[in-house]
């Protein structure tokens, strides 16, 4: 399938050089193109999802999880990061569109570290996750991040019930033993 997705100019293959040296493939302009019609079928597919499908949440998927959730208005524009266990990101927001890349972001205005599930359950749900959430920066953005939640109102709630039974403290998150091993 990827030499197909190559073939067709979707994707270009790129050789990493050492200490990684692997070979990875990266979206094209025109697999760049499919990016907003994906995000669009993530967020109807919400329809269909459990809220206890995001237990698990990989690090590397928490930065495309905040933008299928977030829909940022188009004057909207703000750099958020993330920080889960060793793993950092970036979201940055103009023309009612996020984009996200790996690394921290040195002018981030507002950094959430934790785990995965307890970072997006902080911007959806709100302060009920706060202790398992370090915040540094412009709290205001944060409010401003849970008004641009676009979530079924009944997955909402299922997140609600979820940070109430504990789920978040069960792989309760250390921001200090982060920093120690960073």
Sequence with gaps: RLRDLEANGVVARRE???P??????ELTELG???????FELA???MNLQRAQQVVDLAPS???NAMRVV???????SFVVGLRTGVHSFSLRAR?????????AADDAELVLAGAPVAVLAMVVVGDDAADEVEVEGDEALLGDLRQMVV???RLREESRELVRSGVLRSGAYDAQTERASA
């Design 20 to 25: 990684i040296a692997a070979t990875v493939y």
């Design 70 to 76: 977030l829909q940022p208005p188009a004057d909207a």
């Design 151 to 153: 979530l079924p109102e």
């Design 16 to 18: 990493l050089q050492v």
């Design 95 to 103: 023309d009612g569109w996020i984009e996200a890349s790996r690394g």
């Design 61 to 63: 998927s928490l930065p």
């Design 32 to 38: 760049r193109g499919l990016e907003r019609p994906m």
């Design 43 to 45: 967020r109807w597919g």
